[in-house]
């Protein structure tokens, strides 16, 4: 896409998660979960997407942005973006190059609702490890399988 793209916005409703996951060091060590704000809405719009939560953003409540220029340095993230926008729209028509607001639009809406997932699930799970919490997150909700390295040998019988 050539056009001038717009930023790229998130609630503020969503901010304290916002901050925790991408601002805030893990405990005990010196890295976050998210490295940018950016990595934190494609893990967003992706969940939001796979759990068909797509929500409009509450302008009265306040937006943050990131700048395009953050999407258009990693091209996989700019990417992500007309992506989720073509499977929400199931039409190549809104890849057209006038249609930029409208792609954007559609990859917060699902950023929105999956912060409302991570959000809702970490409220619940009440631990002070969210990278541990967004991990069974993803096992109970079937996104990720994890692999014994080892086979349980206990449950064996001769």
């Not at 967003?44 to 929500?55: I, P, T």
């Not at 499977?87 to 609702?113: H, K, M, P, S, W």
Request: with cysteine.
């Amino acid at each position: 896409m050539t056009g001038r793209s717009p930023n790229i916005n998130r609630s503020r409703v969503y901010e304290d998660i916002v901050q925790r996951l991408a601002a805030q060091q893990l405990p005990g060590t010196d890295r976050r979960l998210f490295p940018t704000i950016r990595e934190l809405l494609c893990f967003a719009a992706v969940l939001g997407y796979s759990e068909g939560r797509k929500v409009p953003l509450d302008k009265s409540q306040g937006v943050e942005d990131v700048s395009y220029q953050q999407f258009e340095a990693r091209p996989d993230a700019e990417s992500l973006i007309y992506l989720i926008a073509l499977a929400d729209a199931q039409d190549t028509q809104v890849l057209r190059e006038d249609n930029e607001e409208e792609c954007a639009r559609i990859f917060e809406e699902y950023a929105n609702g999956g912060l409302g997932v991570v959000k809702d699930y970490l409220l619940r799970d009440g631990g002070e490890y969210p990278d541990r919490a967004l991990m069974r997150l993803l096992r109970e909700r079937g996104y990720l399988q994890v692999v014994q390295a080892e086979p349980d040998t206990g449950a064996i019988s001769f």
